[in-house]
């Protein structure tokens, strides 16, 4: 028997890395500014360690857009694998060429590229893919706010998030 109702506890699980992090500031402020010493000294690194913790976990947060769409995502030793209803399959990460957001699917799908192969659409809201974030940022060149900013853009259009090779040069000089 649970207390707590299920909404509830699906909303604190949604938080609970900004709830880590704001508890390991609080903390960390509790023992700089009421003890002294070594501790105080403590106190105030556990407190940026909380900082910086709570800018990762905020944007994991910006990451998830909930659940109940349609499909698995599940991301094994480099391999991305997607189980939809109507398509599916799997993207190797070391062989993955670009990472796109198609707005124009209704959700947003991610779509991912590799040699070979078809490209792999996976909604953003399907069931695993908050572990996409993970994966994605260990992509290198990646700027993880652009893909956030994108992510939460409206409208209908397709944006290239990531490249290994870019086709364009990243900055376009005007004078």
Same mark, same amino acid.
């Given at each position: 028997? /649970?207390? %707590?109702?299920?909404?509830?506890?699906?909303?604190?699980?949604?938080?609970?890395?900004?709830?880590?992090? *704001?508890?390991?500031?609080?903390?960390?402020?509790?023992?700089?500014?009421?003890?002294?010493?070594?501790?105080?000294?403590?106190?105030? *690194?556990?407190?940026?360690?909380?900082?910086?913790?709570?800018?990762?976990?905020?944007?994991?947060?910006?990451?998830?857009?909930?659940?109940?769409?349609?499909?698995?995502? /599940?991301?094994? @030793?480099?391999?991305?694998?997607?189980?939809?209803?109507?398509?599916?399959?799997? %993207?190797?990460? =070391? @062989?993955?060429?670009?990472?796109?957001?198609?707005?124009?699917?209704?959700?947003?799908?991610?779509?991912?590229?590799? =040699?070979?192969?078809?490209?792999?659409? %996976?909604?953003?809201?399907?069931?695993?893919?908050? *572990?996409?974030?993970?994966?994605? /940022?260990?992509? /290198?060149?990646?700027?993880t706010e652009r893909m956030l900013t994108e992510? +939460?853009? =409206?409208?209908?259009?397709?944006?290239?998030?990531? @490249?290994?090779?870019? =086709?364009? *040069?990243?900055? +376009?000089?005007? +004078?």
């Open positions: 028997m /649970s207390f %707590i109702r299920p909404e509830a506890r699906a909303a604190l699980w949604r938080w609970r890395e900004l709830i880590f992090a *704001a508890a390991l500031v609080a903390l960390g402020l509790w023992w700089a500014v009421g003890s002294f010493g070594v501790l105080r000294w403590i106190g105030w *690194a556990i407190v940026c360690l909380g900082v910086l913790f709570s800018v990762v976990a905020g944007q994991r947060f910006r990451f998830r857009l909930g659940a109940g769409g349609p499909g698995l995502v /599940s991301v094994k @030793e480099g391999q991305i694998t997607y189980f939809g209803p109507l398509s599916g399959g799997a %993207i190797a990460l =070391s @062989e993955m060429n670009s990472l796109q957001l198609d707005h124009t699917a209704k959700p947003s799908h991610w779509v991912l590229e590799q =040699s070979g192969q078809p490209p792999l659409a %996976i909604p953003v809201n399907a069931q695993g893919a908050d *572990a996409l974030f993970d994966v994605f /940022s260990t992509l /290198s060149g990646l700027k992510l +939460h853009s =409206s409208g209908d259009h397709h944006v290239v998030i990531w @490249e290994r090779n870019p =086709s364009r *040069a990243a900055h +376009h000089r005007l +004078h």
